[in-house]
Nanobody
């Protein structure tokens, strides 16, 4: 499967913005969806945002809707997560991930199971201070 590498994490004050980037390599099969999940200290991983293969269908967790935007640039083989109006509860490790076949397990309000993903990166840390 393809490889993914995140960057762009950092420390920011509440209300601020960050843009995460994810460079990905070629997948044997075009992923059904790609997106982001996060894991806060002491908590289970949760899906944050996903972009389906069509490029037009998206998913956002309720907690980030209106504040986060996921996008993808296939020419650059990159995916992005624009985060604004950040809150302290957004603190955590953020991972980009890919799912080859349906369903898009990133698009869930339930606990995300990493072994249901086909590929994910090493993560980038986002720290939001209040």
């Amino acid at each position: 499967q393809g490889q993914l590498t995140e960057s762009g994490g950092g420390s920011v004050q509440a209300g601020g913005s960050l843009r995460l980037s994810c460079k990905f390599s070629v997948f044997q099969y075009s992923p059904y969806c790609m997106g982001w999940f996060r894991q806060a200290p002491g908590k289970d991983p949760e899906g944050v945002a996903a972009l389906y293969r069509s490029g037009t269908r998206t998913y956002y967790a309720d907690s980030v809707t209106g504040r986060f935007t996921v996008s993808r640039d296939d020419a650059k083989m990159a995916m992005y997560l624009e985060m604004s109006s950040l809150k302290s509860e957004d603190t955590g490790m953020y991972y980009c991930a890919a799912v080859v076949a349906p369903p898009c397990v990133l698009a869930t309000s339930n606990t995300l199971k990493r072994n249901a993903l086909d590929a994910w990166g090493q993560g980038t840390l986002v720290t939001v201070s209040s």
